[in-house]
């Protein structure tokens, strides 16, 4: 052991090495981080021969890979793009909506230079951030008044302390739900200092509920979309319409209603769901409403308030609006993502396109992949048809028909197989149904369909060996 640890190179060795500068320029290095990288690499080194493992090959070619591992390591970002290969079209935990061209083109213009974000061009004097897409939501919602926030769970933590703290909020008992795991309505509403006043029972609330449930503590009536659930069978709601119709027993009660997704685009004109476009809803007269940028909406993370003028105008003069406002990325994508629905081109965003891929349109991408795929003799592929789910807790009942492509193969488990998929570069995450592995090809764009060739590629390359 001690032979080996004398065999260990001194760092100024090293430094002299040719591999030393050879790496510096590989990975654009500074001097002093590789020289730091290496000293971590020896210390590991030595902390393995001092543990009495063996290192197999010439002590020097083993210091110099785990350096190369570790610089390998210390310039891969973390937050990286994967493929979804599932057929989610929101995936959560993929990152939900991918933006549009135009959108993400904005925002390369926007973080590259400075901008009008607080700056009205005009005067030359002081503007307002808040100015930057209200009048695009303004137009495609229809509303007097709208304003951006981080996204929607702060939408309606900030509408609920705005106009209901230390008041009473009334909740039918069957949209007390909880959504993706921490957003739970009865919590938030906790949290804001509103009371909650619950009405009617799990499956049936009517009208007649909510009446009687006003009192001179009553601030406002509250509607929340069931969006990752539906009940069904003996069931009772009240319509946004019926609720607009109780502000005629009481002044000044604030009818709200938090639409989670929200589609500013109509799906239900395709077949598909039966979301309502928000100008819809806001032509029942509800006061306030809220939704999601990256759910339906195709655009970034943001909740958007959009409703009266008098509440819009108190919203954004309140001191929580600081606390959650939107930055200018959010705000060039947001822009340039609404643009499209304003120009009537909502099919060039990401998400709406997803949607109402055709089932050929679907099998086409499939066979692209096919073609090159089959020359991979290890694996087993099986044109199937599936449902694409749009996930992100929205439309839980819809199924879209879709097409996918069933992998096998022999000396690999399914899991495996999904296993070296996901840890690949880049990371191709699939679905496993029925212990099988499975590819939509709904989320996979013609760009991402060599790339996942190539991921079949490489692992045939390791297990053939
Ligand atoms: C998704 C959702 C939210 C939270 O929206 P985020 O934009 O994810 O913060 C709130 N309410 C409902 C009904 C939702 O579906």
Redesign the pocket.
Known sequence: MKDLLRNIPPVHELQKHKTFYFLCKKYNLDETLLTSIIRQALDAVRNKVISGQQIEKDINSYIWDEIDQMVKRKCRPRLLSVINATGTILH?NLGRARLSREAIDRVVEVASNYSNLEFNIDSGKRGSRHDIVEDLIKEVTGAEAAMVVN??????FFILNAFGKGKEVIVSRGQL?E??GS?RISSIMEESGAVLVEVGTTNKTHSKDYEEALSDETAMVLK?????FKIVGFTQDVSTQQLVELKKFQENLIVYE????GVLFDFTEEGIGEEPVVQKVLETGVDIVSF????LLGGP???IIAGKKQYIDKLKKHQLARVLRVDKMSFAALEGTLQAYANNKAKDIPVVRDMLLTIEEVRERAMVFLDSATSLEMFHWELVEVDSMVG???MPEVKIPSIAIRVQADILSSQTLADELRKGTPSVVVRLQDQHVILDFRTITQGEIPKIVEAFRKIELTYRD
Do not use: C, E, M, R
């Not at 996204?151 to 309606?156: D, P």
């Not at 929340?224 to 990752?228: I, L, R």
């Open positions: 959560t996204n929607n769970a702060a939408a309606v739900v959504i993706g957003f929340v979309h069931t969006s990752n938090d639409l989670g997704s999601s940028g990256d759910k993370q943001a909740g992100g807790g929205t």
